[in-house]
T-cell receptor, first 117, second 110 residues
């Protein structure tokens, strides 16, 4: 099946630093990837849609200058949390689609738990 | 804005049947998906309904009524491993963009 990986799985950083999270589709090419954040016991909130070779589309209320997304290839998208602060601590999850599936299934990565001290 | 409502928690016993409802109000709609997520894990796809009616996949079935903006996930022969959070999600458009519901925590008791 389609596998999506994320790296790192867990990161702890100091306030004011930047953190990069990678999302890779391992066995398929993903023209579209999505980034979500999830607070404990809450739902997944879509942050942005990432298309290979073009600028990401951010959801309302998501600061594009704070959450930089790059989708440089068909198998890799990165999310950089710039100047992270404690309120950015969350579970960040990416997903990817095959692009042609009738059921529009999204394949999710295992997530990255970010803790900002 | 977008709105998907689900019950916050459901408890059932092993072997029983449970139904998790979802009502939605969204600016776009291609179909309704259901995902399962165990604590600390990634969401995994369960089912998708684009048309009205019932879709069955093993112990899980999903129903959609587009005219009522309503769907449900039916879990039969519950097992302890089914204890997890279940999310309905609207596929908004051809970009496969998903908007997730608030999630339902299912606890299966022996």
């Amino acid at each position: 099946g389609a596998v999506v990986s994320q790296h790192p799985s867990r990161v702890i950083c100091k306030s004011g630093t930047s953190v990069k999270i990678e999302c890779r589709s391992l066995d398929f090419q993903a023209t579209t990837m999505f980034w979500y954040r999830q607070f404990p016991k809450q739902s997944l909130m879509l942050m942005a849609t990432s298309n290979e070779g073009s600028k990401a589309t951010y959801e309302q209320g998501v600061e594009k200058d704070k959450f930089l997304i790059n989708h440089a290839s068909l198998t890799l998208s990165t999310l950089t949390v710039t100047s992270a602060h404690p309120e950015d601590s969350s579970f960040y999850i990416c997903s990817a689609t095959l692009g042609v599936a009738w059921d529009n299934e999204q394949f999710f990565g295992p997530g990255t738990r970010l803790t900002v001290l | 804005g977008q709105s998907l409502e689900q019950p916050s928690e459901v408890t059932a016993v092993e072997g029983a049947i449970v139904q998790i409802n979802c009502t939605y109000q969204t600016s776009g709609f291609y179909g309704l998906s259901w995902y399962q997520q165990h604590d600390g894990g990634a969401p995994t796809f369960l089912s998708y309904n684009a048309l009205d009616g019932l879709e069955e996949t093993g112990r899980f079935s999903s129903f959609l009524s587009r005219s009522d903006s309503y769907g449900y996930l039916l879990l039969q022969e519950l097992q302890m491993k089914d204890s997890a959070s279940y999310f309905c999600a609207v596929v908004m458009d051809s970009s496969y963009k998903l908007i997730f519901g608030s999630g339902t925590r299912l606890l299966v008791r022996p």
